[in-house]
């Protein structure tokens, strides 16, 4: 465990703890589990009647029902299934951006949080890297082996060159049979509709979507600085120009480019969170965690 | 104009104006360098304010430099001249003024007249000259007037004279007054000042003043026109003939002028004699109209003529006159004796009112002839010819030889000249411009005048210039024309013998010729001189006894006070006057204003060298343009504008 304690401080577990994942959807799993699934069960918690139609077991037609109405009904109870959840992190090198925590390490830890609150639920946890076009998959698992394994893989991942979400998501298609929960950790430097375009067959298998959009401070606003020497932490191209006079222009394209992933959001019934790295970790969960 | 520094000494510190500049290089931000996650934006945003910022950064430069060399500028003093300063010394200083008193200066603006505000500029220049200064004026008149000889020192005297001198009614160019006075500064010393006061009316010849000064002369203006008047004018009195015949129809031509930017209907009045008559006329904006009264008079002798329009803001040019000068006929003189003179006289006699006089003798010619033709001319009593001519008997001409001095007189060849037989005879044709002698037939009602055919005729071998033609030959050869060098004769190499042409045969010859003596005679300036000039005496020595100039309405301008009166003392104003002795008329003069004064629209003077004058609003300026004005107030106030300018820019932020 001593990877896994780098990201995870006892602080962290101690609030760990206080917590649980919460999936906002119903969630289909092969296994039971404590999560109500869309599919009809056999938990003991009665959820329906249905009309009796040829082929239904009739062990299951409620004979008092039968006796009052005269109707052939079927009791239905609700199925508890084992959910899943899938994190994909983005290990580009804008990801290493950030004093004193760079935005790779914050996104890092909240994919280590988000593991470890899924296994502790009894739930599956997966997770996906993405640094350039090489991607490094953790089918989803539930034990403590697996979380640990997961805690190593986002400890070592050091950021590089630049990801291709989309492509990548792609990828991670083919690899997932039943839907789940899909967290996408990222500062997502590319157009919202390459990356939707991408998210498209995870959305139709009724994926329940979260992406986690993680920003640096000086990132929003732009240093203070009178000139700079930005270099772009990707490709390496330069742009000496003054901040100051950049600011308002900047802000205001930050903006667009916000509000191209919200209206996206809203419109596919994703939930898109900014994340700022000086805000309290847990705030990135709140739609996943209580 | 010039700039000239009081603290010339510290012109090397101009260097400083590189000093934004420096500062601008040296103090460029060495920038930090700054990993950041993605250009993506930053460049989109860059891309976008860059076009708005390198401009801005461009503006700032120049707005520090411009700012620096305004703080030098204050340091260094300039003071602004309206010419060039030329090497001046600190000492004497000799002042010319030219004042314009000519008749324009006349009229009024805003309540009072030119000329009372140029005498009253004058004044004030005189008064600023210091204690050793020499100056002069000279007024401008038909003939120059000026008050002293040579600039002098008593600048009281100057003043004096310029109160007391009243405008004249008389015409003048500034040319004339600035020459004198460019001669009385040529040896003048210390710093020679010439300064002009004039509405600056255009030249006689419509061109704008030209004023020539060496460039040793510092030459100002100080115009007093405040613009132009919407003046009327009467500007001519013609008549067509300008020898009329009793009982025979005559017109008066009146011009009238008007300055107005708009058309006007005007009452124009005429007395001839004591007869009156009024006319409306019609005259077009800034143009004029001819207004033409025909008249036939059964009196005689000089009758005056007295056109006039209602007054207005110079009512000088309001009225005009001129001598009418009726007689019973005319006398022709005719000599010599081929038959081209007995044809002109056949012809003459059958003209009303013409009667020709036989003329024997050219050196004893009779006193009153209004007209001589001389066939077979040989440079007989040259002289006498030539006097008469002046005195404006108009003579026609047919050479049979010129000797030099007829030639050099007329500009045209010497030698006897040879008689050509042409075979077949050659035909006639009517000059291009027509004529203005034969332009009633310019329509062909009468038939042409060029009708006829010449057969024989002398060989002049005149250039063409030499005459304004009447009639040519088909070959384009001049046989009748006026000679350009003395309108008043005409050259005529047109035979009339029956075996050398028929043209007096033709039906159309009498009224043609005829019409061409009407216009023999040109306007009379025997019978008017332009105001400024001084009338001659009709008689003098002993028999000016008892002589007298007396106005129109009788009043006496001027008296014979013992003998020896020869001519009027003084220029007088525009009228008419009358040289009487006791009852007697001896002959009616009328004293004109010059045309060139009713056009009273300001111009811009001229030099030589095409440069702009300087210029003067009032005389009061006339010190800051010795002395230059002081510019570093101004510079100062730049330069507060400019930091302004460059604080707000510094502080305005770049639209996003």
């Known amino acids: 465990m001593s990877l896994s304690n780098d990201i995870l401080t006892p602080a962290l577990l101690r609030e760990l703890d206080k917590r649980r994942f919460q999936p906002r959807n119903r969630v289909e799993g092969r296994h039971s589990g404590r999560h109500k699934s869309p599919l009809r069960g056999s938990s003991t918690e009665f959820r329906d009647y249905r009309e009796y139609t040829p082929g239904d077991d009739p062990a299951r037609v409620d004979w008092r029902v039968f006796a009052r109405n005269d109707r052939h009904v079927i009791r239905t109870y609700e199925q508890e299934a084992q959910t899943g959840c899938v994190v994909v992190v983005d290990q580009s090198a804008s990801m290493n951006f950030g004093k004193p925590e760079t935005k790779h390490r914050h996104a890092s830890r909240l994919a280590a949080c988000l593991c470890h609150l899924v296994i502790h639920s009894q739930d599956r946890a997966g997770l996906y890297t993405v640094r350039g076009d090489k991607t490094e998959w953790y089918p989803p698992a539930g034990n403590a082996r697996h979380l640990e394994g997961v805690h190593r893989a986002l400890a070592s ?58 920003l640096d401070p000086v990132e929003r606003t732009l240093p203070e600085d009178r000139m700079l020497k930005f270099r772009d932490l990707e490709n390496s191209a330069e742009l000496k120009t003054d901040p100051n006079s950049l600011r308002t222009r900047y802000e205001a394209l930050l903006a667009d480019h916000l509000r191209g992933f919200r209206e996206l959001s809203v419109r596919r019934g994703v939930r898109h969170k900014l994340h700022i790295t000086d805000q309290p970790l847990f705030d990135a969960l709140s739609e996943l965690v209580e | 104009m010039s700039i000239g520094l009081d603290n010339p000494g510290l012109a090397p510190l101009a260097l400083l104006a590189g000093l934004p500049v420096l500062i601008h290089l040296i103090a460029r931000p060495r920038p930090r360098l700054l990993r950041f996650p993605s250009l993506m934006l930053l460049e989109k945003a860059h891309r976008e304010s860059v076009n708005l910022r390198r401009p801005r950064h461009w503006l700032l430069l120049i707005l520090r430099t411009l700012w620096v060399l305004l703080l030098l500028g204050v340091f260094l003093q300039p003071r602004w ?98 020459r004198l006075a460019v001669e009385q500064l040529a040896t003048a010393e210390g710093d020679r000042e010439l300064v002009v006061i004039s509405d600056f009316q255009a030249e006689p010849d419509g061109s704008p003043p030209l004023l020539q000064v ?79 009264l025909e008249l036939e008079m059964e009196s005689e002798g000089p009758l005056p003529v007295v056109a006039s329009l209602e007054p207005d803001l110079f009512p000088d040019d309001d009225t005009r006159t001129c001598v009418l000068p009726l007689s019973s006929d005319l006398q022709i003189g005719i000599s010599g004796s081929d038959a081209t003179a ?169 009224p043609m010729f005829g019409e061409a003596l009407r216009h023999s005679f040109r306007t009379s300036e025997r019978l008017s001189s332009p105001a400024g000039t001084h009338l001659p005496t009709p008689l003098d020595g002993f028999e000016a006894k008892g002589l007298e100039l007396v106005t129109l309405n009788q009043d006496p301008v001027l008296s014979e006070k013992g003998a020896g009166l020869v001519q009027s003392q003084d220029p007088l104003p525009p009228g008419l006057y009358e040289w009487r002795r006791g009852e007697e008329v001896l002959s009616m003069h009328a004293v004109l204003l010059p045309e060139a004064e009713s056009h009273l629209t300001p111009m811009v003077p001229e030099t030589q060298t095409g440069k702009e004058l300087p210029k003067l609003e009032t005389a009061e300026g006339w010190r800051e343009l010795q002395e230059g004005i002081e510019l570093w107030p101004w510079l100062l106030a730049a330069g507060l504008l400019i930091a302004a300018a460059e604080h707000a820019l510094t502080q305005r932020k770049v639209p996003a």
């Not at chain 2, 210091?130 to 038909?142: Q, S």
């Not at chain 2, 009281?156 to 405008?167: A, S």
């Not at chain 2, 002109?344 to 010619?365: F, H, I, Y």
Request: aromatic fraction near 6%; proline fraction near 9%; charge should be negative.
């Open chain 1, 157 to 214: 991942g050091a950021p590089a060159e630049t990801a291709d979400l989309p492509g990548a998501l792609r990828k991670l298609q083919g690899l997932l049979h039943t839907s789940s929960t899909l967290v996408l950790i990222s500062d997502f430097y590319c157009e919202p509709g390459d990356l939707f375009h991408g998210l498209n067959p995870f959305l139709h298998r009724g994926f329940d979507v979260h992406l986690l959009h993680i």
């Open chain 2, 81 to 178: 001249f309206a010419r060039p300063q030329g090497e001046r010394t600190d000492g004497q200083r000799s002042l010319v003024i030219v004042l314009d008193a000519t008749a324009s200066m006349r009229a009024r603006e805003n309540g009072r007249s030119r000329y009372a505000r140029a005498t009253a500029e004058a004044v004030t220049l005189l008064r600023q000259l210091d204690t050793g200064d020499k100056a002069n004026l000279i007024r401008v008149r038909a003939i120059p007037e000026p008050i002293y000889t040579e600039p002098g020192v008593n600048r009281d005297f100057l003043m004096e004279q310029v109160r007391q001198r009243p405008c004249s009614q008389e015409g003048g160019t500034l040319e004339a007054a600035v």
């Open chain 2, 214 to 292: 060496p460039e040793d002369i510092a030459l100002t203006t100080l115009p007093v026109a405040e613009g132009g008047l919407p003046n009327q004018a009467i500007t001519d009195v013609q008549l067509l003939p300008a020898r009329p015949v009793r009982g025979q129809p005559f017109q008066i031509q009146v011009r009238v002028l008007n300055e107005a930017g708009q058309a006007v209907r005007l009452p124009l009045t005429l007395q001839i004699g004591s007869r009156f008559e009024r006319l409306e006329v019609s005259v077009p904006a800034s143009g004029s109209t001819l207004a033409s």
């Open chain 2, 342 to 510: 007995r044809m002109w006289k056949r012809t003459v006699d059958a003209l009303p009112g013409v009667q020709s006089v036989r003329v024997d003798t050219l050196e004893a010619l009779p006193e009153r002839l209004d007209l001589l033709m001389i066939s077979g001319w040989k440079g007989d009593a040259m002289e006498m010819l030539r006097r008469r001519v002046e005195a404006e008997m108009p003579l026609i001409l047919k050479p049979a030889e010129l000797p030099p001095a007829a030639a050099e007189w007329l500009g045209l060849p010497a030698g006897r000249f040879a008689v050509q037989r042409m075979d077949p005879p050659i035909g006639l044709r009517m000059p291009d411009p027509w004529p203005a002698e034969l332009a009633l037939f310019r329509e062909d009602s009468y038939g042409s005048p060029a009708r006829g055919l010449v057969s024989r005729h002398a060989v002049f071998p005149i250039q063409e210039e030499a005459l304004i033609p009447i009639l040519s030959l088909e070959n384009g050869e001049t046989v009748w024309g006026r000679v350009r060098r003395v309108p008043e004769v005409q050259f005529w190499n047109l035979p009339l013998g029956a075996d050398e042409s028929d043209l007096a045969q033709q039906p159309q010859w009498v």
